[in-house]
């Protein structure tokens, strides 16, 4: 048995593996383990291909956020759409802009990996789960009989909103928007309230999009106390 599956099979509930595998996904873990063997490919742990079924289970997720594949640039990239392991994505750092446009707020991320989105149910799902550097769409072929039967389950078994960045399929409870990098796409949008607005009309509970809110830091804290030395320095 290939490493990929029995880690599946290890980690990932048993209310997902019933799904999954009516879509024949572990076949699909095994032709992901092979390219992993021949190339270079984001996201670099083979493992993180599984993390948008990890975070949330299937009857708890109210909204998908599906875009073709993971941003090839990020090589941070933890397997959740825009998600980093370390520092945050362009892709995050352009949501961050536009939530602190929407709600008039300053915050700044806290934490890149975007888990805390996840884990209200939200599934953060990549249409190809891999990308070669500097070829984004390279697999995406190889998935998309299985993206397109995923997300067919979610609308005939369960009402969910579904937001799409640059993935084309449009469904009934839907918010699309172009993916967040150029200045015409999320920006000026009103993208999260919208969701919320949608959700709330469908009797769920709205998404908590702030809580990617940062405190302050120990890091922060002594910047502060450095800056506000020099300052009383300055004044003598």
């Not at 839907?174 to 919320?196: H, Q, R």
Request: net charge neutral; glycine share 6%.
């Amino acid at each position: 048995m290939s490493k990929l599956v029995r880690y599946y099979l290890d980690n990932i509930s048993k209310e997902w593996q019933e799904i999954l595998g009516k879509m024949k996904y572990p076949r699909l873990l095994m032709d992901i383990e092979e390219e992993y063997q021949k190339d270079y490919l984001v996201p670099r742990n083979m493992y993180d291909v599984l993390a948008p079924f990890v975070y949330c289970q299937p009857h708890e997720v109210r909204l998908i956020i599906v875009m073709n594949a993971p941003d090839c640039a990020n090589s941070q990239s933890n397997g959740l759409i825009c998600g980093s392991h370390k520092g945050v994505s362009n892709l995050a750092y352009n949501m961050v802009r536009e939530l602190q446009a929407e709600y008039n707020t300053d915050i700044q991320i806290a934490d890149g990996s975007l888990k805390d989105w996840a884990k209200q149910g939200v599934l953060l799902l990549n249409a190809s789960p891999i990308s070669k550097p500097s070829q984004e769409g390279y697999y995406t072929e190889m998935f998309v009989e299985f993206t397109n039967k995923l997300l067919d389950h979610f609308e005939y078994q369960q009402n969910c909103v579904f937001w799409h960045l640059g993935f084309d399929r449009p469904k009934k409870n839907y918010y699309t928007a172009l993916i967040p990098m150029k200045e015409d796409g999320i920006f000026g949008s009103d993208v999260f309230l919208t969701i919320n607005a949608v959700l709330v009309k469908m009797k769920k509970e709205p998404i908590d999009w702030l809580k990617i809110k940062r405190e302050k830091s120990l890091y922060d804290i002594r910047k502060f106390m450095l800056k506000a030395g020099a300052s009383r320095e300055g004044s003598r």
